[in-house]
């Protein structure tokens, strides 16, 4: 009895340092699919932008979320090719974010940040879907001038950036990343409280107006010529232009006020909170960068006149810009937690 006791008591350690090494490996499969839905997300929201540069967004009829009337079309036009193949990505998503669910919860302990960001991201994916099915059901889609459409535009862009900022938050708890520190104490850095919202609020309504503006460059060209001759042309008495063609002009000056706030907020936390971590300093210099790019691509797309590729390029660096946002007013709110970086990593699933 003795013996069988010792060769018990020998073998329970090693199943326990099966179960952790088995363990760690899940989450290490989690973080990867985290950092590839996010990834594959970004592919999907560059090709949804040129659903509408090519004006294929009623590829599908006025049908959702069948297509025409089908599953699967019985035939395929070009438009139909570019709308259907837009809509099975998105739909792929989908099917990613219910993974990401199912393996947070399968491999991380209960009250674990990362189950939030997978289920945020799962909700906003299916609120992305019903954005988009709302704008083909009401025709707000191909040359439809209707005001209606912008407002559609820019609440979808916002909730694209919603669903990506969770994306992101996503793959960092996966990877180990700790808590959100929120609401920040009164006494520690109060100013946090009102600049993160602040910026955030600020980023999703420049967002929004580059969705009208890109939407606007899309249905109205603009006018032979220097840019004030458009500006004439969009602001002119005649009554022909429409709403989504005169805010066009927002976007370029909220850009100015937005980068410069940005600017701001990444040198108050490099001399207000010390020590900044490296990552925070890669980050701010990453976004110094891409700010550069930015305005370089908005110059070159008023000076070219908007083509689509380069408002695919300029949707792309305002996506990265976006997530080094986030980045950055994530890493202020966590450098001082008390959670160690790999804490609840290290812990068994509940």
Known sequence: MSLLSAQQGQGAPKQRGEGQQEHQIAVRWLARLAWFTLAYNVLVILWGAYVRISGSGAGCGDHWPLCDGHVVPPSFTVQRVI??????????????????????????????????????????????GLVGGMQ?????????????????????????????????????????????????????????????????????????????????????????????????????????????????VVHPLLAVVVCALLLWFVDKVKHSIAPVSPTFLRAGYWLYAVIALQIGAGLLNVALKAPGWLQLVHLALASVMWLLVVLLMYLPLTEHSSLPVHEATQEAPA
């Open 83 to 128: 709308e259907f193949s837009h809509r099975a990505t998105s739909g792929l998503s989908g099917l990613f974010a219910i993974g990401l669910v199912g393996a947070s919860f399968w491999a991380t302990p209960k009250g674990h940040p990362v189950r939030l960001g997978a289920a945020l991201t799962l909700g906003l994916i299916v609120l992305e």
């Open 136 to 248: 083909v059901l009401l025709g707000l889609t191909a040359n439809s001038t209707d005001p209606a459409r912008g407002l559609v535009q820019g609440v979808h862009l916002a909730n694209t950036f919603l669903l990506l900022a969770a994306m992101l938050l996503t793959a960092l708890w996966a990877g180990g990343a700790p808590k959100l520190r929120w609401p920040v104490a009164k006494s520690d850095h109060a100013w946090l409280r009102w600049a993160v919202p602040l910026i955030t609020g600020a980023m999703l309504l420049l967002g929004m107006a580059g969705a009208v503006t890109a939407l606007g460059d899309k249905l109205f060209m603009p006018a032979p010529g220097t840019p004030l001759d458009t500006l004439r042309r969009d602001f002119g008495h005649n009554g022909v232009t429409g709403l989504i063609q005169q805010l066009r």
